[in-house]
């Protein structure tokens, strides 16, 4: 089993830059894919990066594409979710997700999907003040 972890979130001003840390342990060498979703009070919960473990896929969401970046740490069993340039719209409790499962198609149209995903970590929260 795959457990997973975010943190690292903040309160921040708008424009300003932070990243969150996803710790991966357990059974790591079962994880296909590490995802990063995202959730306001009151709405579903929004796509915003997947990245394969073994690097060779890569989405993002539409509203975060040019300012977020999804990557593993060097040597170490931890995402990454750099996060440039951020706007009010982007407070949330963010989470990172994984899919360990075979067998399941992995494109940009289902990577946004939650159905995706089987393991999910407890969310960080970000708040961007204008």
């Known amino acids: 089993q795959v457990h997973l972890g975010a943190s690292g979130g903040a309160a921040v001003q708008s424009g300003d830059s932070l990243r969150l840390s996803c710790a991966v342990s357990?059974?790591?060498?079962?994880?296909?894919?590490i995802g990063w979703f995202r959730q306001t009070l009151g709405k579903g919960r929004e796509f915003v990066a997947a990245?394969?473990?073994?690097?060779?896929?890569?989405s993002y969401g539409d509203s975060v594409t040019g300012r977020f970046t999804t990557f593993r740490g060097r040597d170490t069993d931890t995402e990454y979710l750099q996060m440039h340039s951020l706007k009010p719209e982007d407070t949330a409790t963010y989470y990172c997700?994984?899919?360990?499962?075979?067998?399941?198609?992995?494109?940009?149209?289902?990577?946004?999907?939650?159905?995706?995903?089987?393991?999910w970590g407890p969310g960080t929260q970000v708040t961007v003040s204008s």
């Open positions: 997700a994984g899919t360990t499962l075979p067998g399941r198609p992995i494109t940009a149209t289902t990577v946004v999907s939650e159905t995706l995903y089987d393991t």
């Open positions: 357990g059974r790591t060498g079962s994880l296909i894919l």
């Open positions: 990245r394969a473990w073994s690097g060779d896929f890569l």
